[in-house]
């Protein structure tokens, strides 16, 4: 079983990294990472090389999740909620499914993906509402070929609470996990 999980955190120790630790020690098979903030992967341009081409212009560490996401057979996106919404990095990075669109719409082929689960993963400590992050997260889910996804697991309060002390949060985890390993 492989699981890629995109990181839309810049905090190395912080509350998407303790809540995705939890994950990681729980749940088998190969697990690819990838940290938006820390990923050489630029955003979309829009140079529509892609509407003519099979591939996308730029050649970075976007490559490795195309090469992933059609293999995987599951993808956690996990994030800080920031004014609503997931991190700008993680946005960049999500620009480049662009490719994906493109091949459809413009070329007519489509990427054939392996059926995969999905999660969203989304902690915050703010007075904003979770539901339009988790909504965006979904869609880019099943724009990556999830066909069933677990309801997202929030922890919301993390000015008050850090997630790895917030029980519902961290059993939310534990509930992917299992979620994952159902056949």
């Given amino acids: 079983m492989k699981t890629l999980i995109l990181n839309g ?5 912080g509350d998407t990294a303790s809540l995705l630790e939890i994950f990681r020690c729980g749940m088998g098979g190969e697990i690819f990472q990838t940290d938006a903030y820390y990923a050489e992967i630029s955003p979309c341009t829009d140079c529509r090389f892609c ?14 999740i195309y090469d992933l996401l059609p293999e995987c057979d599951n993808i956690v996106i996990a994030s800080p909620i920031y004014f609503a919404e997931i991190t700008g990095k993680l946005l960049d990075l999500f620009s480049r499914l662009q490719y994906y669109y493109n091949s459809r719409f413009y070329r007519g082929e489509r990427i054939v993906f392996k059926p995969k689960k999905g999660a969203v993963i989304l902690v915050g400590g703010g007075s904003w509402s979770a539901d339009r992050a988790a909504e965006t997260a979904a869609c880019l889910l099943k724009e990556m070929g999830a066909s069933e996804i677990h309801p997202p697991v929030i922890s919301h309060n993390t000015d008050r609470l850090p997630a790895v002390k917030d029980t519902a949060a961290t059993d939310g985890v534990r509930s992917i996990i299992r979620f994952f390993e159902q056949v």
Wanted: glycine share 6%; aromatic share 0%.
């Fill in 9 to 13: 955190s810049p905090r190395k120790h």
């Fill in 51 to 64: 509407r003519t081409h099979p591939a996308c212009a730029v050649k970075d560490g976007m490559q490795e």
